[in-house]
């Protein structure tokens, strides 16, 4: 990979159907499409088996990509409690797999998305489309929308965060709250270490 470019996997949770991305972002903000996909699992399968059967695809996606970061959209309230309870299962899943391999993981409302991508935090799901496209310079709109809204995520994370590492690989463009978390994460393998030396 170039230097200073940072891969981002951007994850938009669902249990039905599960958008993942991943995108090259360079320090002049271009932005290049690397993957994406759509997982999906039926609705007939047992809840343990659909949650296995995405976990083993964004697993497959992580292993082949290695991207640096993780977006997910976060969860909010919605009328639809089958909706929420299937998002949160799946960011829970996402968020576990990312924490097992120490990567950063961030959470963006889709506000948050619509205004990096397009500059309107209330733009619908074919603007957000349209502008994926031209950001990427992809012919076409990517499809279903859970594909191109995982691509936002995953460069929305990448410009707001000024990526996930330098191009040193050090903390400096990660966020502060990124920053705590790879603290802990660290602190977390020192005092395990410190401990099996005590044994």
């Known amino acids: 990979m170039p230097r200073g470019v940072v891969r981002v996997l951007g994850i938009d949770p669902g249990l039905t159907r599960c958008g993942v991305g991943i995108v090259d972002v360079s320090p002049d903000r271009t932005a290049r499409l690397v993957d ?22 964004i697993e497959a996606i992580l292993e082949e990509h290695r991207p640096q970061a993780v977006a997910l959209e976060r969860v909010f309230a919605r009328s639809d409690v089958s909706t929420i309870m299937g998002t949160a299962q799946i960011s829970g899943v ?24 397009t500059g309107y935090g209330r733009a619908d799901k074919k603007q957000v489309g349209a502008m994926v496209a031209r950001i990427l310079g992809l012919d076409d709109v990517p499809k279903p929308a859970d594909a191109a809204d995982a691509l936002a995520l995953a460069i929305c994370h990448a410009w707001r965060s000024g990526g996930a590492t330098s191009p040193d690989g050090d903390d400096a463009g990660l966020t502060p709250a990124q920053k705590a978390w790879r603290a802990a994460e660290r602190a977390s393998t020192v005092s395990g270490a410190a401990r099996r030396l005590k044994r």
């Not at 994406?36 to 695809?57: H, M, N, Q, T, W």
């Not at 996402?94 to 991508?117: D, F, G, N, Q, W």
């Open 36 to 57: 994406v996909i759509v997982l999906r699992s039926a609705p007939d399968l047992a809840i343990e088996k659909r949650l296995a059967r995405i976990a083993d695809g």
């Open 94 to 117: 996402a968020m576990l797999l990312a924490a097992r391999r120490a990567l950063p993981v961030a959470l963006h409302t889709p506000s948050e998305v619509k205004a990096a991508i």
